[in-house]
């Protein structure tokens, strides 16, 4: 990938990302672009699915059209072929052609019955945990050059940055939702703790043994029976609101 064009694929990488509201969204829009990237690179229509590896399991997360995903789940559904390969690798695998490379004859008689007639597996660097592909499909053969190849592996480095950003992202979100949750759950059995007490003249400790046996013998979370104290009080749900 040139300078000038590597800037650019950056640059819109970095518009995607910052226009997307989850990790989830995010992957089906790289799919997109993937895809057009490198079908404006070749010439050619290619499609583009995302395969996602965590704990050895393979599963296609994204896909920049209903086929492209149809596509990938076929080598997930054999758990073969260069899009796996490669992710076990951490490496590049092109099936240049499906009908005389030996290596995956079962994936590649399925890409055939499709009218795709080669594949790109190019590897996306995401953490210790999980790992990522695009999985480029096109419909004839010579497609998939050293140039384009090599067109891939930039543009896949430039997307592997963005996919960990966007991971990084997505779970500070889902840390900052999780304190949030736990913030609100705690007010609420304190609100609720302060209306046993005066219901009972007591104080905190033993209001909050009250609470604590209730929960026990209800089997019941703590937060739950706070919530049904205030309900009973207030006549309607009680919700904490925090400023962002």
Known sequence: ??????????LQLQDLLMGTENVEDFLGRLAEFSAATLS??????IDCGVTLQRRRKTMTV?????R???LDRIEQSLGEGPCIDALRTKSVRLLADVGTDPRWPAYQEQLAAHGCRSTLGVPLEIGPDAAAALNFFAPGTGIFTEHIIAEAAGFADL??????????????QSRAEDLTAAMEHRTSIDLACGVVMAQNRCSQEEAMRILTTVSSNRNQKLRVVAAEILKNVTGGDVRTHFES
Request: hydrophobic share 45%; aromatic share 0%; glycine share 14%.
């Open 68 to 70: 492209a995903v149809m």
């Open 1 to 10: 990938m040139t300078n000038n064009a590597g800037d650019e694929a950056a």
């Open 40 to 45: 404006s690179a070749a010439g050619a229509e």
């Open 62 to 66: 994204a896909g920049s059209s209903p």
């Open 159 to 172: 997307a592997g940055r963005c996919l960990r950003l966007a991971v990084r992202i997505g779970t500070a």
